[in-house]
Nanobody, 127 residues
Framework: QVQLVESGGGLVQAGGSLRLSCAAS????????MGWFRQAPGKEREFVAT????????IYADSVKGRFIIFRDSDKIAVYLQMNSLKPEDTAVYYC????????????????????WGKGTLVTVSS
């Protein structure tokens, strides 16, 4: 049974940092792309960042480029999202997802067609 479990969300002041973790289990993800998506209250889900498990190539949404970093730990089978210089508009539930697709496709999908999802972790950035 595949599981993606997010952690690391919380309340932080604007300008602060948080690191989200996504622990993956239940299968081998070497041929998968891993993604972080977010959904703010009253808004559509949006793409944040994606990484190709094998090779580590990454793509970021323009809104987080230069502030967020996605990386993975193959030994721990986990994907992380380091979020720096947080802004109130980053407030959302953040979801980890996986798909046996290229990262270019994941980056333009808004999450549609992902094979597996975590339950999400809430990030709140206060002004």
């Amino acid at each position: 049974q595949v599981q993606l479990v997010e952690s690391g969300g919380g309340l932080v002041q604007a300008g602060g940092s948080l690191r989200l973790s996504c622990a993956a289990s239940g299968r081998t993800f070497s041929s998968y792309g891993m993604g972080w998506f977010r959904q703010a209250p009253g808004k559509e889900r949006e793409f944040v960042a994606t990484i190709r498990w094998s090779g580590g190539d990454t793509i970021y949404a323009d809104s987080v480029k230069g502030r967020f970093i996605i990386f993975r730990d193959s030994d721990k089978i986990a994907v992380y999202l380091q979020m720096n210089s947080l802004k109130p508009e980053d407030t959302a539930v953040y979801y980890c997802a996986a798909a046996r697709r290229g990262i270019a496709s994941i980056a333009t999908s808004a999450g549609y067609g992902m094979d597996y999802w975590g339950k999400g972790t809430l990030v709140t950035v206060s002004s």
